[in-house]
């Protein structure tokens, strides 16, 4: 893959504005706001885009859509607030870390920045592709902004209209643990080795590379590997041999291979804004966390749900553990306004995958139906991961049936 900072044959502008945290409180201060240009041909029309994650900034790769979306458009490419260039935020930005500026995370704020970068840019209208989190952001600027888009792509999410946050997280739970029972039969070794860790972590102390005690439901956040396309082949891998065969410890080259899994010291914010959208899930998934894998009831992986133990055990969330407790007691920002949704006439397009584990396809095709003015497309086989490995497919896929 070739980089976007010097891509080949495709000229860059950079673009830096400054923005409020918070436009109700500009006392709360501001920071500057990234997003890097990529374009042949300066007479196309721009596309904005907008990451998954959340937490992630703009891709730093070319990814596979990058060169088929230059056949269209300028791309701008934005950091989205508190990532990259645009007021990173983590351990090192204590004084960033405070619960009136992690609620001002949300989609709504992303998109008001988007518009801000729009009018410094002198554009009246342009396109918009998101991507998972950014799909999610896409669905807030058809919400709140639908005047400034022509056209919108969304790929692998929509906004969970019409259900509850404990709904949402109990059938993702559910779909997790359909994906891990696959995996178990796919990998015949796989559950009793699993079983086997978690025991001995719930016995004995062993510390990841960072530093900190590695617990059993910590371990069983490697789960979200399940979700990518690979992501069997990649668990596989990792748990073929996780003890020393001389004694029953943990091997230094599986402990660090856990950890680049399940740490979060390059993304903080994909928990604190996961739970500032959708709640801990603790409540719908308590059962899940008090099981036991020396038991005969089922015992799976965990993916892509963010627990209370996650900001006390991981060292790159419990700086953020008090600014966390304080957002859950602060009334929530709205997302996405249904009823706009409901009459949107912006041309949207939106690609959904059947096998997607975090998305569950049959609740994606229920809240379709929700939104106007809204294409369809779908694939039996791709998987939440979809852009990063058939991003040039997705996106004439997306062109195609707009």
């Known amino acids: 893959m070739f980089s976007t900072i010097i891509p080949p044959n495709v000229s860059t502008r950079e673009h830096e504005i400054e923005v409020p945290w918070d436009r109700a409180e500009p006392e709360l201060g501001a920071f500057t706001l990234f997003a890097r240009e990529l374009y042949t041909d300066e007479s196309l029309p721009p596309l904005l885009f907008l990451q998954g994650g959340p937490g992630n900034p703009a891709p730093r790769l070319v990814q596979g859509w990058i060169p088929e979306a230059l056949k269209h458009y300028r791309v701008f490419l934005l950091d989205e607030r508190g990532t990259g260039r645009s007021g990173k935020i983590d351990k090192g930005t204590p004084e960033l870390i405070r619960p009136e500026i992690l609620s001002r995370l949300a989609c709504p704020d992303i998109v008001a920045d988007a518009e801000d970068l729009r009018r410094h840019l002198g554009f009246d209208t342009w396109d918009v592709l998101g991507n998972s989190f950014g799909a999610l952001c896409t669905a807030s600027y058809l919400s709140y902004a639908p005047e400034s888009l022509n056209r919108a792509f969304l790929t692998g999410a929509l906004p969970n209209l019409g259900w509850s946050t404990d709904e949402y997280n109990e059938l993702t739970l559910e779909s997790v643990d359909k994906r891990c029972q696959e995996f178990y039969d796919a990998v015949p070794f796989a559950e009793q080795t699993i079983r086997d860790v978690c025991a001995h972590l719930d016995q004995t102390e062993e510390f990841l590379p960072t530093g900190e005690r590695l617990s059993a439901n910590r371990f069983r956040f490697i789960g979200v590997a399940l979700g990518a396309e690979f992501g069997f082949t990649m668990l596989a891998n990792l748990l073929e041999s996780p003890f020393y065969p001389d004694r029953k410890r943990l091997r230094k080259d599986f402990l660090a291979d856990v950890n680049s899994l399940i740490s979060t010291e390059s993304n903080p ?52 553990q008090d600014a966390v407790d304080a957002l859950a007691e602060m009334d929530p920002v709205p997302l996405f306004d249904a009823a706009q949704l409901a009459v949107n006439r912006v041309p949207a397009t939106v690609a959904l995958y059947e096998r997607d584990m975090f998305v569950p396809f049959p609740m994606a095709e229920k809240i379709a139906e929700s939104i106007g003015n809204l294409t369809v497309w779908t694939h039996p086989e791709w998987d939440h991961d979809a852009i990063y490995n058939h991003g040039g497919e997705l996106f004439r896929s997306v062109w195609d049936a707009s």
């Open 269 to 320: 914010l994909w928990p604190v804004v996961h739970l500032a959208m959708l709640g801990a899930s603790d409540t719908v998934g308590q059962s899940r966390l008090d099981a036991d894998p020396t038991s005969a009831e089922p015992y799976y992986l965990l993916g892509n749900h963010f627990f209370r133990h996650h900001f006390a055990e991981d060292p790159a969330l419990t700086p953020f």
